[in-house]
Structures are given as C-alpha cells and as structure tokens.
C-alpha cells in the first residue's frame, strides 16, 4: 500500500495548502481569504495527508484525523455521523450545509475542516433539547414551513442565526436574513412567518 | 373492541358515536380533533429534528464512495479508457469501465438499446467511467486519473436545427424521434366559422429540476440481493429497471426510499447511477455510495425540454371555440424520451372545441434526456394556450374568466370514447382566481416601500394552471413575488387539494392527492406508505 501511495503521489502532485497556525485560522475567519498565498506558516502537503484536529461540535470536543482539504461539511456528514447538515450544491448557493459557527450562520460546504478549529460548530441536532425541538424548530413544525425538508435544517439554522443577531427582525430582515438558503418546493412564505413566530418563542423563555 | 383499547388506540376520552345502522344518518360531531383543524405533519418532527434519514444519509460500515467520469464533450466516440492508474491509487476499491465483461449490459430509454457504458456519447454527461474508493475526495482524485481517448464528432443543440440538411447525425436514422398528429373535427370549416381568428407563436426554454438533494443511491449487497437506497419518486420503477439491466428477478432488488429531498419528476425513475453504485458495489464487496454533484445533474438527469409552438385559434363573437390549430417541435434530447409528449393536450382537452388539429415533432439533439416535470407537457401546452385565449378574450371584447367558463368541457373530448367527467372542477378554479382580490404586498427584489405594487395573492404556484384576472404575461413578471408569497393551504380544505400536486415532488410520507382540477372527490393516488408511489391522475394523465 506504501508503495502505491508514493507512486500516486509522484504521477498527480496535487499540493494542497494548509491552514495550520493560529494567524492563519484568525485571517479566515475574519474572512480575508486571500491572505493564505505566500505568508509564513502555512506548509504545503499532498492530498492523503492526514492531519490532527480538534473540532467543538454542540459542546463535544470530537479528535479527528483530517485531510486539510476536507470540508466542515464532508467531516460533520461522513466522519462525526451528524447528517442532518445537507449537501446540495457543494459551492455557497443553496445553503442547506448551513452551521452556526460562533454563532453566525455559515456555509459548511465552503469551509475547511481545519478552519473550523477552535470555533464552537452547532449544527440543526445541537438545538434539540434531549428529544424536545428548539423554538425555531418547533416554529419550523407549526408553521408548516417545509416541503420536502432536505433544505430544512440549513434554514432553521440560518433563522438561529438571524434571531441571535436580531432578536425581533422585521418582515425585510428576515427576508434578508433568510436569502442565502434556497427552497426548491416554494416554502418561503411558511419560512418567514416560522422565524417571526420563534423570534416570539425565544422572548418567551 | 373493549373500551380500554378504544381510548388508547383512537379516541383519548373522546366520545365516538357507533357505527350508524344502514338506512341511518348519524349526528354530526359537535367537535371534531383532527378534522378541520392545522396539525403538524406526520413526518414533520422528524424533518425539523434532523433525526429523518435521507438516502444521501445513509452510511453502512465499511462503506465506499463512488465517482463517475463523464463524457466532457457532447459528441464523442470512446476509442479507449484507460483505469489501470486510477486503480492503484490509495483508497481505490473498484474501478469499471465498458470494456469489462461486467459492466457489459444494455440499457434501454424511450425504446432505443444502447449500452450502459456506450462507446458512442451523445450528450454531454454520458458516463464513460466509475470509480469506488474510502472516500468521495480519494474517489474524485481517481476519476481524474483515468485516461480517455476521444473522438470528438460534430454536435448539434438547437433543436431548430436539427432537421436541417447537413445537421449532425445523432442516431443512425437521423434525427426525426417521431412525428404525432391528431384531428378531430374540420379546423377549416372552425375557422370560416370563427368572427376573430389569431395566430401566435410561443418558445418555452429549457428548464432544470434542481431538487435541493443530488439524485443517487446507496448500494449493498447480500449474497444475490441488493438492496438500494435511492432519492427517489418511484420505488418501483427503480426496481424494476435494476431488476432488468442487472438481469435479476425482481425478487433479489430491494429499492428503499423513506425520504426524498425533492424530485419534481426528475426522479421518477432509476439513473445509470443507480446500476452503476450496484456495479461498484458488488466488485467491491463492500456497500456504495453513490450520489451525483450538483453539475452532473445538471448535465444528465433530466430536464424539461424546450418547446417552439404556434397556435391558431378561432372564436366566435359569443365567446364559444371554434377551431384550434397547434404545432409544436421539441426534442427530448439525445435518447427518444417524449421531448413532445402530451405538449398538445390541453389544447385538444382543457375547453370545448370541436374542431381541433395538432402536428408535433420530436427530433434527436446531443443534450441530456428529458424527464417529466411537474406533468409532462403541461406548462409548455398552458403557455400558449393560456396566453392565446387572453388575446381571443381582449380581441372579442370578453371578460377572459367568461369566456373560459363559456368552454368548460363536461366529458373529455380527445380520449377515446369521450368518458364524461364526474367532476372537474375547472369552473370552481376560475371563479376562485377570478375572487381573488389584489392586495398591496412588498415588492421582495426591493424591499423598500415606494416601490410597493400590488400582486394577485393566493394564486399561482409552480406549474399549475394560474387563472385569475391578470394577464398571463404579468403573472410571469411577477412570479418571484407569487413564488415567494403563495399562501400554503389549509389541510382538508378544498385548497388544499389543488396545491397537492407539491407533494408529488417532494415525496413524503403522507397521502399524494389530486391535481388542481379535479377537486377534493377525486383522490387518485392517496396512501400512507413510507414511500409515496404515485399513481397517475385519471383525468389528465399528468404528475
């Protein structure tokens, strides 16, 4: 097996740039994405290459090894098992990959694996209360706000992450709040009335 | 049925009247749980919980990933495919290729055989390769490693030029699928009849599914069974198809499909995918995964096809129908698979005209098959037909509600023995649309108040058959803000019955319904299976 790998290796030189130090982590998460190329600290590794990790996920520390070029979402779906975290275009535009990351809404199909580290990941099983729903769950459920229920989870995630930030959005926010996660049955007006009716939920408690 | 039982299995201490004796009616109950009010779905804790497992959710020990190389050309001619690269690479279980005795099978669509890896690619998409491997990156890296040789041959995609002389060859005799007429009547004698005759000619472009859930299975065997776990609308017919490519009885093939992440009709029916995961599957001897990405079902999973129509119509001054002419061309794609089907049949069923004539023409063009989308034919025949009698309704000075009331069929005029309706509920349809008042709604591409329009609330959703009082050009202007506002119906009441159809592509766990005008009698497909296996509409014919 060795043998093969060096030959693979050798025939495909498919460098993958990490992102491993803390300054690195830091930049993308702030979003300057372009501030990988070039800099110190960053080191080149071949596909294959596993490297070691520690993701928080709905307050569970889970020790991983990990491709660097792995997806939050690959590692959530097939390596942690939490698959209510969907995949539907692999590319930030449909939005049902969506996880809270420090409590903002976040595509998991844009994000590496590895620049997930030390953030706090919560994804649509880390509302659930035991078996009891969350408030924008359970608004999610009274409102009928769901056809098909693959591009769910991503919205109630996204709607999680709008009330965090605006504990009572208006009609227009929510829309806003709300336009980065498609619905392919047409469920956007039961959407934005379930988010306005667990904004109402949250005050509640 | 002892009391106890009673109240644990039904009732919870309410009081249920007995079975009435014949020739008695009994009482109406003074309050009712279930019956009128809004309850949560049956399956709806398990979608908002995640705890609800999709086919693309499922993960078995010891489970592969599988890949598919695809043709990146939309003619070409496999001269060889080389895998003895990708098959050494790390993590690579099973790579297959046509030229393997096992993957060697026909593969059979619209009536044409060809192979299920086909040397000749007639669309961009076709398979040409497949990988497993312990993972979907390590499988992807495979995939890029396999060595084609093509021949890349002239292509052609604007089905308006597909009968032109010159025009690339797709199948060996030519690229004319079929030509369909039909005639009842004298369209002649129609028209000298009619006081106001129009002709128009009406395009409907290409359009793509796009459920949210990639289209694919999992595949395992057990001895001489697969089981299969597919996104899937139709149980059966995957079933039925891997039964028959792999040369199986059906007996030995178990399609399970609990949830479905959306279909919309482009996933009525198993894909190469499906046969290849089990291809992989049992070289492997381990289970496969096997799910597409977002631009392989683009490119080769279905679409609804585009359509170039003209219909002449002829109306008489008191509103009544006098004579239809309709022609259509269209193309299902690279394989025979109905790119015209059913396009004329709301002209030749939706209103009462006796006098009717249709020409359609199906051609071959090297682009993905079609597959049926929210009833086959249907939106593209009600584009023109819709648009057509605004115009004969404007041009006889008509109210348009009217004048369709005026032509409301009672029996169905184009099938074959012209059974009557028992219902159709066409006239509630427009006299509902026709009520439905124009309310201020924000305008949701701006969001800010001075531009604020009003729009038709409550009508209009996805395909079905809008009628109001706007225009239907309007209606399509404004069809983000109806997409974006329809109002969802309350279960049990009668609109509920006309939105139904959603369901169909959404497949979940409760009953499926009836289309919009058949009305809350006539149920044609309703059960509680874990899988809803559609059954066709009666009355139209359509999903």
């Known amino acids: 097996m060795k043998e093969k790998q060096k030959k693979r290796a050798g025939l495909t030189r498919r460098g993958f740039i990490s992102t491993m130090g803390i300054s690195t982590v830091g930049l993308v998460a702030s979003g300057r994405v372009s501030a990988w190329g070039g800099k110190e600290g960053v080191t080149t590794t071949e596909a294959g290459d596993m490297h070691r990790m520690e993701l928080h996920v709905n307050g569970r520390p889970h020790r991983l090894l990990v491709e660097p070029r792995w997806s939050l979402l690959h590692v959530l779906r097939e390596k942690i098992g939490l698959t209510s975290t969907k995949m539907g275009c692999d590319r930030g535009e449909c939005g049902a990959c969506t996880v809270l990351m420090d409590g903002v809404p976040r595509y998991s199909c844009l994000t590496l694996a590895v620049e997930a580290e030390g953030h706090e990941i919560i994804t649509l099983e880390g509302l659930m209360d035991g078996e009891r729903l969350g408030p924008v769950q359970q608004s999610f459920l009274e409102q009928d706000a769901y056809q098909c229920g693959y591009c769910t989870p991503g919205q109630i995630m996204a709607g999680e992450g709008l009330l965090r930030a605006r504990p009572d959005p208006s009609l227009d926010e929510i829309q806003k709040g709300m336009s980065g996660n498609l619905c392919r049955c047409g469920a956007y007006r039961n959407i934005f009335e379930a988010v306005k009716s667990a904004a109402q939920k949250k005050k509640e408690m | ?543």
């Open chain 2, 1 to 543: 049925m002892g009391e106890g039982q009673r109240d644990l299995y039904y009732t919870k201490g309410l009081d249920v009247p007995d079975t009435p004796q014949p020739g008695t009616s009994p009482e109406p109950w003074k309050e009712t749980r279930i019956i009128g009010k809004s309850i949560p779905r049956v399956d709806g804790y398990a979608r908002v919980s995640g705890a609800a497992v999709y086919p693309s959710d499922i993960a078995l020990p010891g489970m592969l990933y599988g890949a598919i190389l695809r043709c990146p050309y939309p003619h070409a001619r496999v001269r060889s495919v080389d895998g003895t690269v990708a098959r050494d690479m790390p993590g690579v279980w099973a790579v297959i290729t046509g030229s393997m005795p096992e993957a060697d099978l026909d593969w059979s669509e619209g009536g044409v055989t060809t192979k299920l890896f086909d040397s000749h690619c007639r669309f961009e998409g076709e398979v040409v390769a497949a990988v497993a491997a312990e993972d979907s990156y390590q499988a992807w890296d495979a995939v890029r490693e396999i060595r084609v040789d093509y021949e890349v041959l002239p292509y052609l995609v604007d089905e308006r030029k597909a009968m032109e002389s010159g025009a690339p060859k797709i199948h060996k005799d030519g690229n004319l699928v079929e030509k369909n007429t039909y005639a009842r009547g004298d369209v002649e004698k129609g028209f000298v009849e009619a006081d106001v005759i129009l002709e128009e000619v009406y395009r409907s472009e290409c359009l793509i599914h796009t459920p949210v859930e990639l289209h694919g299975c999992v595949a395992n065997w057990d001895g001489d069974l697969v089981t299969i776990w597919e996104s899937t609308q139709g149980v059966y017919a995957v079933q039925k198809k891997v039964a028959q490519v792999l040369g199986m009885p059906l007996s030995k093939v178990r399609v399970i499909g609990h949830y479905l992440g959306g279909g919309f009709g482009s996933k009525l029916q198993a894909g190469k995918y499906t046969v290849i995961a089990a291809l992989l599957a049992k070289k492997a001897a381990r289970p496969v995964k096997l799910f597409l990405t977002r631009e392989e079902t683009y490119l080769a999973t279905g679409n609804r096809p585009p359509s170039n129509m003209k219909l002449k119509a002829g109306v008489r001054k008191d509103g009544l129908l006098t004579a239809l002419q309709f022609s259509c061309s269209g193309t299902g794609g690279a394989y025979p698979v109905g790119g015209t089907a059913l396009v004329d049949w709301l002209i030749r069923d939706l209103y009462t005209c006796p006098n009717v004539s249709s020409e359609m023409i199906d051609v071959f063009t090297n682009t993905g098959p079609a597959r049926p989308f929210r009833a086959p034919g249907h939106p593209q025949g009600s584009w023109a037909l819709e648009q057509m009698m605004d115009a004969l309704a404007e041009k006889i000075g008509m109210d348009p509600v009217e004048l369709r009331l005026k032509n409301i069929p009672t029996y169905s005029q184009a099938r074959e023995g012209n059974p009557p309706y028992t219902t159709t509920g066409l006239e509630a349809c427009l006299k509902e649309g026709e009520g439905v008042r124009l309310e201020r709604c924000p305008n949701p591409d701006s969001g800010r108040e001075r531009q604020r329009r009003p729009y038709p609330k409550g009508c209009g959703h996805g395909e079905l058959s809008v009628v109001c009082r706007r225009r239907w050009s309007s209606l399509h202007r404004h069809r983000k803000a109806l997409l974006g506002r329809e109002r969802q119906p309350e279960y049990g009441s009668r609109r509920h019955w006309y939105w139904n159809q959603n369901h169909y592509g959404a497949g979940d766990r409760r009953g499926t319904g009836c289309k919009a005008r058949d009305g809350p009698d006539r149920v044609c497909g309703y059960g509680y299976n874990s899988v809803c296996h559609t059954q066709r509409g009666q009355q139209d014919g359509s999903y």
